[in-house]
């Protein structure tokens, strides 16, 4: 398949055009390659240093990440920067990004995934960005205990960075907004969630919670966000036939 028939396919199914105008990552190819032929695509969160090495021993194509390169602005060739780019080209390894529209994906998106994980009955859309809802939020029938929502998620994937456990120890219903959404509590607690999972962490919203009476599972950024990516890499394999490989680098953050 060539690069431009897998850039076919990933728009086809990712809101990647929709959503340019709110997005300021560059979604789509960030760093082309001289062979156009692809066989080989790995799947990471993060687009840096350790991702390239490890995507080029393992002799990837092209490699999907959740965080590119490019967030609304230029970056010289310079540096770091450089170095990452040279990299990228020296093992003629393609870069694509997709952010929001892998965080918001029915199916196998990031938001999607966790859905799935927890079992949530009565799924719909969920914590709006600019006008778009990025979430999930959905019902557990019966009532789940707090703790085991949390061992369903993060249990392989080290601890969350917090857990604030101010609403009932029996857990109905959830929203699940993946990443850095701290401030999307607030819709949680408009709409009397029992629990709100994200990614990162704010002291900001501590007593909003506990005065709210919610629980709130922080359960760090990358911990939230290794799921869309690792979806996606078998989606591919399975649609497209393509050999795929999950690159985890975690950062416990």
Same mark, same amino acid.
Request: hydrophobic content about 40%; some cysteine.
């Given at each position: 398949?060539?690069?431009?028939?897998?850039?076919?396919?990933?728009? /086809?199914?990712? *809101? $990647?055009?929709?959503?340019?105008?709110? #997005?300021? /990552?560059?979604?789509?190819? &960030?760093?082309?390659?001289? %062979? &156009?032929?692809?066989?080989?695509?790995?799947?990471?969160?993060? @687009?840096?240093?350790?991702?390239? #090495?490890?995507?080029?021993?393992?002799? +990837?194509?092209?490699? !999907?990440?959740?965080?590119?390169?490019?967030?609304?602005?230029?970056?010289?060739?310079?540096?770091?920067?450089?170095?990452?780019?040279?990299?990228?080209?020296? *093992?003629? $390894?393609?870069?694509?990004? !997709?952010?929001?529209?892998?965080?918001?994906?029915?199916?196998?998106?990031?938001?999607?995934?966790?859905?799935? @994980?927890?079992?949530?009955? =009565?799924?719909?859309?969920?914590?709006?960005?600019?006008?778009?809802? $990025?979430?999930?939020?959905?019902?557990?029938?019966?009532?789940?205990?707090?703790? =085991?929502?949390? #061992?369903?998620?993060?249990?392989?994937?080290?601890?969350?960075?917090?857990?604030?456990?101010?609403?009932?120890?029996?857990?109905?219903?959830?929203?699940?907004? /993946?990443?850095?959404?701290?401030? =999307?509590?607030?819709? *949680?607690?408009?709409?009397?969630?029992?629990?709100?999972? %994200?990614?990162? +962490?704010?002291? %900001?919203?501590?007593?909003?919670?506990?005065?709210?009476?919610?629980?709130?599972?922080?359960?760090?950024?990358?911990? %939230?966000?290794?799921?869309?990516?690792?979806?996606?890499?078998?989606?591919? +394999?399975? #649609?497209?036939?393509?050999?795929?490989?999950? $690159?985890? !680098?975690?950062?416990?953050?």
């Amino acid at each position: 398949m060539l690069l431009q028939e897998l850039d076919h396919y990933l728009r /086809s199914h990712l *809101a $990647i055009d929709e959503l340019q105008a709110v #997005d300021k /990552s560059l979604n789509g190819i &960030q760093v082309g390659r001289r %062979t &156009q032929d692809v066989r080989r695509v790995a799947c990471a969160v993060d @687009a840096c240093a350790e991702t390239f #090495d490890r995507a080029a021993e393992w002799g +990837a194509d092209v490699l !999907v990440v959740h965080h590119g390169l490019y967030w609304g602005r230029v970056l010289p060739l310079t540096g770091e920067h450089y170095e990452r780019i040279r990299k990228l080209m020296d *093992a003629d $390894i393609a870069l694509y990004a !997709v952010h929001l529209p892998l965080d918001m994906h029915p199916e196998f998106g990031n938001n999607a995934e966790m859905a799935k @994980a927890l079992h949530l009955k =009565e799924t719909k859309p969920f914590g709006k960005y600019h006008g778009y809802e $990025i979430g999930v939020s959905g019902r557990l029938e019966p009532a789940v205990r707090r703790e =085991e929502v949390v #061992d369903s998620l993060f249990a392989d994937l080290g601890n969350p960075l917090a857990v604030l456990p101010f609403g009932p120890e029996m857990v109905s219903s959830v929203g699940i907004v /993946s990443g850095g959404a701290v401030f =999307e509590v607030e819709q *949680a607690i408009e709409q009397g969630l029992d629990l709100y999972i %994200t990614g990162d +962490a704010s002291h %900001t919203v501590y007593h909003r919670c506990m005065e709210a009476g919610i629980n709130v599972v922080f359960g760090g950024h990358y911990a %939230t966000e290794v799921w869309g990516p690792r979806a996606l890499g078998e989606r591919v +394999a399975k #649609d497209l036939g393509l050999e795929t490989s999950f $690159i985890d !680098v975690p950062t416990g953050l």
